[in-house]
């Protein structure tokens, strides 16, 4: 069933603790979300940059033929979002440097009619009002997940609440989820999150993997064991991607029906593991685009057999 | 196959943030690691206690059917190893309040003569010339594996770097293992571990799971998610228990040989997991005092389905 994807999309400048540094390359939530999951179906990407965005990075876009970005909006005297950040020696902690939200301070991307009946629902990380505009664009919507960042915890939280009564799953940080429910243990934190009305909440760990906490039950994973991380930024939207291209795919196919079943969610967390794991290993969306579908496969299997106990 | 532990046992007293305490109970790392083997097969202990130690403490470690308690020594005259320690909020760190060495700065225990056959060895954590010394005593071992922690590689490095050439296996927390090697990667840390000698490390992560590192291969599981952490102390010494206590039980029953192969071996990182998921469920041995084979079977259960992916 389809896929849509609603966020940034960002000229980001990444510092790294090895001195090995990028300038205004691709990056924003939505980006990461949609290269990822065009691996696994056809996502649908609305997002708005502006008129500085530069054509190279528009034709990076391209090369993922998964991604339809007839959503894409490039707004006439507008600047794109850009967005600067340096991470700490171990790579799990990083400092904003600068951010210029420039075209996200204007009114949110038009979504094109024909993706109004768009079945599964991704709204990448941004403002959680324009979160909630977005959704309530997709009524014929299925299953519907939000992410979000300790930003918004800190000064959008009545906004974020209400984005959380309406969603079917929320995604976000380990150290968000604490923060946000203020329980110091994450499982009782997601639970407090799930009072609010979602089905689940996926808690993302970086290199310790993730949970996923459901109303009926709650599925672990470790993360695949990487030694050598490049870039960390968009390692969440591409974890996102993949679980939900998972999720969608396997619903294309009839393999699974909404809600889905725990053994789709496993493997739709598996798949986000594996495609958060090859997007470390490069700058921005470099990995991806001359990522191959034999290499997932190949990645995927490894993931599993490493944690498989039977 | 023959298995047994050489470690502490000591009298503690630990404080919680939720403002329960505990004085003056049982513990040390051979009493948590041989309660945790001992529901796998008989484990054979060595350690010292002195004069002091209570009769009820002795009780308990009666009450697991599983424990060889021929090696251990009652000192006269000496003086029990107590332990004070602090949790902070989250309980993924503690302090200690105080530390009195008694019968741990004089002689170590004798290892009795019918227990010098012993395959699997483990060498709980204590100083490594002990741990050394121990090791020594063993010469029909199939597989020694040593746990250490912070303290020794700060103040014994030399004796550890030794310890660590002459065993299998290196069980250690996440952060020792990135303070031993000097590296901000857990598992490029373990490699360089493994540079030394040994076969494999352990990397225990807590609430994150545990790494395995081997010369072959790597495997990574997820913690059990537990909502209420009574008391974290011995967690990774249970850990050790469930794992080396599957090894053993898995070679005595033919399934395995050694090496062991990965299947066991995940098998038993998750059977450690369980075993260390019960402990934290109360002060001291309380829980594993009263634990059931059917609990441990469903747990493990419930382990497997909360995290496969198939």
Redesign the interface.
């Known amino acids: 069933m389809s896929l849509i994807v609603t966020g940034t999309i960002g000229i980001d400048t990444i510092h790294t603790p090895g001195g090995e540094n990028r300038e205004a390359v691709l990056g924003g939530s939505a980006a990461y979300f949609a290269a990822a999951a065009s691996f696994y179906q056809t996502v649908r990407m609305v997002a708005v940059v502006g008129d500085d965005f530069p054509s190279e990075h528009m034709r990076t876009l391209g090369k993922f033929k998964g991604i339809d970005t007839g959503g894409l909006e490039v707004r006439k005297g507008s600047k794109t979002f850009r967005w600067g950040g340096k991470y700490a ?3 799990d902690h990083r400092d904003t440097m600068f951010t210029e939200l420039g075209v996200l301070l204007e009114k949110p991307p038009t979504v094109p009619a024909e993706f109004k009946d768009s079945a599964f629902v991704f709204l990448a990380n941004t403002a959680p009002a324009v979160q909630m505009q977005m959704l309530e664009q997709f009524p014929k919507r299925v299953m519907a997940v939000a992410d979000t960042m300790d930003l918004w915890i800190d000064t959008a939280r009545a906004d974020l609440e209400e984005l959380i009564r309406r969603v079917d799953g929320l995604v976000l940080n380990y150290d968000e989820a ?1 923060l946000f429910a203020g329980k ?5 934190a997601a ?1 407090k999150i799930l009072e609010l009305g979602p089905k689940f909440v996926v808690v993302k ?1 970086g ?3 993730c ?1 996923f ?1 459901h109303r009926d ?13 490049v870039d960390p930024t968009g390692a969440g939207d591409t974890f996102a991607g993949g679980m939900m291209g998972h999720i969608a795919r396997a619903s294309a196919r009839g393999i699974s029906h909404v809600p889905t079943s725990f053994d789709v969610v ?2 739709a ?2 798949h986000g593991t594996v495609m958060a794991s090859f997007n470390i290993e490069s700058f921005s969306l470099e990995r991806l685009a001359t990522l191959k579908h034999e290499e997932i496969d190949r990645r995927f299997d490894e ?2 057999e ?5």
Chains 1, 2 share one sequence.
Request: charge should be positive; glycine fraction near 4%; proline fraction near 5%.
């Open positions: 020696e171990n790579m604490e110091k243990n994450t499982i009782r639970k760990k290199e310790h993997g949970l906490i039950g709650i599925a672990a994973m470790p993360a695949y064991p990487a030694e050598e991380v496993r493997k967390l598996a993931f599993v490493l944690t498989s106990v039977s």
